[in-house]
């Protein structure tokens, strides 16, 4: 079974930057399309990015500009890098394969963007 475990979330103020890291065990990402996504408080869960292989990738438009998702195949690790955050971007965010496998989702690390 493939796991996912998510850090790197924290509290920062608008405008500020977090990198959020997604270690995978189970299964080599080279080949497998890994998504970030993220659940705000009363909301749905939603994907944010997503990439395969080295540079294949998808943004929803609400991160487009602003987030890159990015891969290392040594470590078998996703990352998210996120700039120019904002209040909605509030959420805790999570990483699995795309579509999500419902037997693995992890904890997930919350970000918070307040003032």
């Known amino acids: 079974q493939v796991q996912f475990v998510e850090s790197g979330g924290g509290l920062v103020q608008p405008g500020e930057s977090l990198r959020l890291s997604c270690l995978v065990s189970g299964s080599r990402i080279m080949t497998r399309l890994i998504g970030w996504y993220r659940q705000a408080p009363g909301s749905q869960r939603d994907l944010v990015a997503n990439?395969?292989?080295?540079?294949?990738?998808y943004y929803a438009d609400s991160v487009k500009g602003r987030f890159a998702i990015s891969s290392d195949h040594r470590k078998n690790m996703v990352f998210l890098q996120m700039n120019n955050l904002t209040p909605d971007d509030t959420a805790v965010y999570y990483c699995?394969?795309?579509?999500?496998?419902?037997?693995?989702w992890g904890q997930g690390t919350q970000v918070t963007v307040s003032p």
């Open positions: 699995n394969s795309f579509p999500p496998e419902q037997n693995s």
């Open positions: 990439i395969i292989g080295a540079s294949t990738t």
